[in-house]
């Protein structure tokens, strides 16, 4: 995923970058909307709903989603004891009204954003896909939502338009994908990216770790207690 996230940034010729997951479905003029509202240190993302994939349409039966946090580092099955990024529903229960049409959101889900290309290239550059630090899948919204709230940027949900995207379950990965060794090696990587980031280990930044957690406390699942916000391992 990331080699062709970096193959893309390399081929593309205007002043916006947008990644988005093949199984999505768009509203009408959503680029534009997206375009228009995206300020220069800005990652932004639109509102999210489930995709319906037999009709390949939104399923307005279903709940959307405008907003993500980051979780304190928690067991969380294949990825081991990490931060991940659930939405954040009673965020969006507590800001429908209209002023919040664009709104920042601490983390976001990572299946549609787009940014400035010249402000990415900056602040974030090509995605980091070794192995040994955030493997060639995953984390890509802990990777970039990061380096934008703590090197300055902003993290901005778009709700004037919309996409829908398909949760996968099992049935829709080829056989051998959930092998063993892809849920090991998911665990080391997902457990290297929440120790780098809350040690403040990130080179650049301008903001603690710690900082993202006051600027939207209360968050869920953080402790009370600000010692504690610390990864488990160096307890």
Partial sequence: MRAAINAGIIK??????MKCDAHCAFAKGFDKILSENCAEDWLVIPRRYSLNY????RDKGRPYRDYHFLTYPTPNGIYGTTISNPAWME???QRKDSKYDIDD???FQGSCWMVNKQYFSKRVGFLDDRIETYSPFGAEPLEIGLKYWLGGGQVKV????????LSKRKSHYQTGLFTKRYKLNQARSRTWVSKHWMENAEPGMIHPFSWLIEKFWPVPTWPEERSKWVFPQDK
Avoid: N, P, V
């Fill in 158 to 165: 778009i709700k004037k338009t919309w996409y829908a995207h």
């Fill in 12 to 17: 593309s010729k205007g002043e916006f970058l």
């Fill in 105 to 107: 959101t601490m983390t």
């Fill in 54 to 57: 037999t009709k390949w349409q």
């Fill in 91 to 93: 965020r969006g229960r």
